[in-house]
């Protein structure tokens, strides 16, 4: 029994020894109680500034996504307004298209006259020539006329004096 108590004993010192060991590990891992406060203190203050800047962070989430409202806003006006010019621009361009095509209509027509016009004017030139030398045949038939009444007329002028000569001697 003795060597039993001695064994137990033994034990009971060998686990005291190992608790006593433990609790000193623990004593050592432990901070002062200053110390202690001093951190408990730090963790108020750290924790006091965290839910600070939560807020802070949580009103400028908020400013940011009422910026972000305005400006999705102000994009949405810009591009309906971008819609708007550009309908508008595409109706000019419509508008303008159509007036352009009228104008090639009407210098299709007009080139069209212009063809006929030149086309009149060769015929006119043509007829022109026919006239010019029928002009100039009637003057050379006028020349000649003027050059033979011209004749008769010396001859009608010489009858007469010869008729004004004759006369008077046969009356006599």
Do not use: W
Request: charged fraction near 30%.
């Amino acid at each position: 029994q003795l060597l039993e108590a001695k064994a137990n004993l033994s034990l009971a010192q060998a686990r005291h020894a190992l608790q006593l060991q433990q609790a000193k590990a623990q004593m050592n891992n432990l901070v002062p109680k200053k110390q202690f406060e001093q951190l408990q203190s730090s963790l108020r203050e750290e924790q006091c500034k965290a839910q600070q800047l939560q807020e802070n962070l949580h009103r400028q989430a908020e400013q940011t996504c009422r910026q972000l409202v305005r400006i999705q806003e102000e994009h949405e006006r810009l591009l309906q307004a971008a819609v708007e010019q550009a309908e508008g621009l595409e109706r000019n361009l419509r508008s303008a298209e159509a007036v352009l095509a009228e104008r090639a209509a009407q210098l299709k027509d007009a080139q069209a006259q212009i063809s006929r016009n030149k086309l009149l004017i060769e015929d006119l030139r043509e007829e022109n020539r026919g006239f010019a030398m029928a002009l100039q045949a009637a003057e050379l038939k006028q020349k000649s006329t003027e050059e033979k009444n011209q004749l008769l007329e010396e001859q009608a002028s010489a009858l007469k004096h010869l008729i004004g000569k004759i006369t008077p001697a046969s009356l006599s």
